[in-house]
């Protein structure tokens, strides 16, 4: 049984994106794979179980193509609220060990690959002597490292990360560059094998950011924010993607240049100026991801009814339009089931700008 364990520079480099590419493009090699994430930050309760919100994901995902994992086992230890203050109070580095081998061992059975995911850099989780680098020594895991686009910084990082894992004696079999600016892309892809190549490490990929993987749909905001919905929305309109954000705080005639399709248009409930403006686009046939409406402030039931009218979602905070637009813009958007195109997207992007074969050679 084979076993590699995705590892990062940072938080949001990629790793479960990149993690769900591979575990897609293997299947035409590996007819029965595994996943686990044995150390969660950010976590849910599922079951009965605080479980990491990328097992999750990632578990509803994969049962697209069959593949079928336990929850309680994808994502053994939860690092909630106090959970490293009563470690260093009181440490025990036994049951943290024991309950990760424990479920790696049933994700493990009668499979041929197994992913295991980290959580940010090598580092992370010394504080409960369960680093990532002391996790994939404890799970006999050769490592592949993603960092984001760039040359200097990535290769720093990928130097530093490599060291930690190598001190524990975990191989570490190359890495991925992610999210490398298309314009910059070739320049990028040569310079950074040149300089890795230096340093013994081997370019596994080099992948061109996709702007499309990071636009949040109209559920997600909801998922992740208080707003709430001014009418009930059907599955659809709650699946459209926002890829711009319109704050309507301008007249109407210069706000008109910045609407495009998919643009969610942020303005307070009662600039009806914008209202109708963005109603106008929608009939002539502009495609509008959304509305919210700010300040605590409703329009004219009139308009409510046209909106409804055009199934255009339209949600309602109490925040102030910067503060909407800020908590919008920074959202940390994942890739979810019913997102079918990113899904699609991260498949052809794992398949043509990562080398496979050298992976599957290496491990």
Not at 127 to 150: M, P, Q, T, W, Y
Not at 214 to 220: A, F, G, N, V
Not at 351 to 358: A, K
Request: net charge positive; with cysteine; charged share 30%.
């Amino acid at each position: 049984m084979k076993r590699i364990f995705i590892a990062a520079t940072k938080q949001n480099d990629g790793k479960t994106t990149i993690a769900l590419g591979l575990i897609f493009n293997f299947q035409k090699v590996f007819k029965r794979i595994g996943f686990i994430k044995p150390v969660g930050q950010r976590y849910l309760e599922e079951d009965g179980f605080k479980v990491d919100e990328d097992s999750i994901l990632i578990e509803d995902t994969l049962k697209i193509c069959g593949i079928k994992c336990k929850l309680k086992d994808t994502s053994p230890v939860a690092v909630e609220k106090g959970f490293t203050e009563n470690y260093i109070a009181k440490p025990d580095r036994k049951p943290i060990s024991r309950q990760i081998k424990e479920s790696f061992k049933r994700v493990a059975q009668k499979k041929d690959l197994v992913v295991i995911e980290g959580t940010g850099h090598a580092g992370v989780g010394s504080v409960f002597d369960h680093s990532n680098a002391a996790v994939a020594r404890l799970l006999g895991s050769k490592v592949i490292i993603i960092s984001s686009g760039g040359i200097g910084r990535p290769i720093d990082e990928i130097v530093l990360n490599k060291a930690l894992f190598e001190k524990e004696g975990v191989k570490v079999l190359g890495v991925i560059v992610n999210k490398v600016m298309p314009d910059k892309f070739g320049k990028i892809s040569r310079l950074i094998r040149r300089g890795l190549k230096r340093k013994g490490i081997e370019v596994l990929g080099v992948i061109p950011y996709n702007s499309s993987l990071s636009y949040p749909t109209i559920r997600q905001i909801l998922e992740e924010t208080d707003y709430k919905t001014l009418f009930a929305c059907s599955d659809a309109a709650l699946d459209n993607h926002v890829a711009k954000i319109v704050i309507g705080a301008m007249q109407p005639k210069d706000a008109e240049k910045y609407i495009e399709d998919h643009s969610l248009v942020i303005t307070p409930g009662d600039r009806e100026d914008i209202i109708r403006l963005t109603l106008d686009l929608y009939g002539r046939g502009r495609k509008i991801a959304g509305i919210v409406l700010t300040g605590d402030l409703m329009p004219e039931q009139d308009f409510i009814n046209q909106m409804q009218q055009a199934s255009i979602p339209v949600l309602w905070s109490r925040q102030d339009t910067y503060a909407v637009s800020s908590v919008i813009h920074d959202l940390t958007v994942k890739i979810r089931p019913a997102d079918k195109e990113k899904i699609e997207t991260v498949k052809k992007l794992i398949r043509d700008y990562v080398d496979l074969n050298m992976i599957m050679k290496r491990m």
